[in-house]
Structures are given as structure tokens and as C-alpha cells.
T-cell receptor, first 109, second 113 residues
Framework: RKEVEQDPGPFNVPEGATVAFNCTYSNSASQSFFWYRQDCRKEPKLLMSVYSSGNEDGRFTAQLNRASQYISLLIRDSKLSDSATYLCVVKRGGQNFVFGPGTRLSVLP | NAGVTQTPKFRVLKTGQSMTLLCAQDMNHEYMYWYRQDPGMGLRLIHYSVGEGTTAKGEVPDGYNVSRLKKQNFLLGLESAAPSQTSVYFC????????????FGPGTRLTVL
């Protein structure tokens, strides 16, 4: 079993839709959590950190459930420019970051 | 500012050849990382460095060596390339401590025949 698992996708949604991605992690000692976004054949870029209380950045909302070892990302009012692969990232300790395999999103006109 | 740059962008090697990938950052970041990305696997940490002259192993260090002689540069070496090392290699850097954002370079696509 992978240490960080994500919905396999791909998700194909129409513009304006709301879409949610799920991520689970197996190491209960994991300390910090992030969502990165990666466009096709490009480098990953930080989308947002995920805090225990949940956090929101515009159309994006991230939630963390430490008891269930579960992270989510909600995108409201999807735009064509949101099409990308979304990577769930967990920090074990020290500087050891574990990336999930990613969930691909295509927003269709 | 160029951010994080990687050299070369593409490379094809034969089994047993050696090469060095160069990563450079101009953001005065303390921490630097090397990852590889394979289909369906996500990025995996090879080695990282928390400062000039220091390096540490990540999840998949075998077959690779690294050096951080200057703060702005982080080199990844393959002494004897194997087909299993065919991958996309990403370098990243971040400020020291905590959960600072990692800034990634554009990647190096390496094929080992």
C-alpha cells in the first residue's frame, strides 16, 4: 500500500462545476499537509497548505481529518484553467516529503 | 530572478554511462531537494540538503550521489546509469525550517537505453 493515496481520476467536469478530491495517508506521525498543482509536462507548484482547522483560498477549500488520516480539496465554480493534476503531499518529519500519485482534472467548456 | 533552473533539459544515456544533473537557485534558499517522477508513482525524494556542505538520503537514494559545495547549487550524479533510472528529475528549493513552499525547477527528462 502506498503511503499517500489519491482518487485515481481522471475527473472530467463542466465549467462551473464543484469537484472534490480525496487523499489518504498511512503514517500517523505525518506532520504537515499540502496540495500542489502540476500542469502537463511542467513542474509542481504549491496550491495551498492544509491546516487542521481547514482553510480556504478563493474557490479552493482544503480540509484535514487527522483521526481518519484524510485530506480533501474542494474546487468550486471550476474554470478551464483549473485543468491540471493535483498532488497531495505529506511531510513525514525532517525534510521528508511524500507525494501522492496525483489526480488529473479536466474542466470542459 | 530565474528561480530554480536545471541543466540539461533532456538527455539520453547508454547503460553504464555517467552524468551529472545541475540545479541552481537564485533565491538564497537553504534547503534543496532532488526528486524523480515516474508514471503512477508520484514524485519520490532521492536526496536533499539543508545547507551548504550537507546532504541526506531520501526515499530512493540508491544509484545516485549528490553534492552541495555552494549554497546556490545542488548536483545529482549517476555513476553508472541503468534503464530503471529513466525518469523525469525535478530539483526544488525552499527557505529553511518549518513548512515553507518548495519551488521546483522545470525538470530534466532522462532516458537510459
Amino acid at each position: 500500500r502506498k503511503e499517500v493515496e489519491q482518487d485515481p481520476g481522471p475527473f472530467n467536469v463542466p465549467e462551473g462545476a464543484t469537484v472534490a478530491f480525496n487523499c489518504t495517508y498511512s503514517n500517523s506521525a505525518s506532520q504537515s499537509f499540502f496540495w500542489y498543482r502540476q500542469d502537463c509536462r511542467k513542474e509542481p507548484k504549491l496550491l495551498m497548505s492544509v491546516y487542521s482547522s481547514g482553510n480556504e483560498d478563493g474557490r479552493f477549500t482544503a480540509q484535514l481529518n487527522r483521526a481518519s488520516q484524510y485530506i480533501s480539496l474542494l474546487i468550486r465554480d471550476s474554470k478551464l484553467s483549473d485543468s491540471a493534476t493535483y498532488l497531495c503531499v505529506v511531510k513525514r518529519g525532517g525534510q521528508n516529503f511524500v507525494f501522492g500519485p496525483g489526480t488529473r482534472l479536466s474542466v470542459l467548456p | 530572478n530565474a528561480g530554480v533552473t536545471q541543466t540539461p533539459k533532456f538527455r539520453v544515456l547508454k547503460t553504464g554511462q555517467s552524468m551529472t544533473l545541475l540545479c541552481a537557485q537564485d533565491m538564497n534558499h537553504e534547503y534543496m531537494y532532488w526528486y524523480r517522477q515516474d508514471p503512477g508513482m508520484g514524485l519520490r525524494l532521492i536526496h536533499y540538503s539543508v545547507g551548504e556542505g550537507t546532504t541526506a538520503k531520501g526515499e530512493v537514494p540508491d544509484g545516485y550521489n549528490v553534492s552541495r559545495l555552494k549554497k546556490q547549487n545542488f548536483l545529482l550524479g549517476l555513476e553508472s546509469a541503468a534503464p530503471s533510472q529513466t525518469s523525469v528529475y525535478f530539483c526544488a528549493s525552499s527557505l529553511a525550517g518549518g513548512d515553507n513552499e518548495q519551488f521546483f525547477g522545470p525538470g530534466t527528462r532522462l532516458t537510459v537505453l
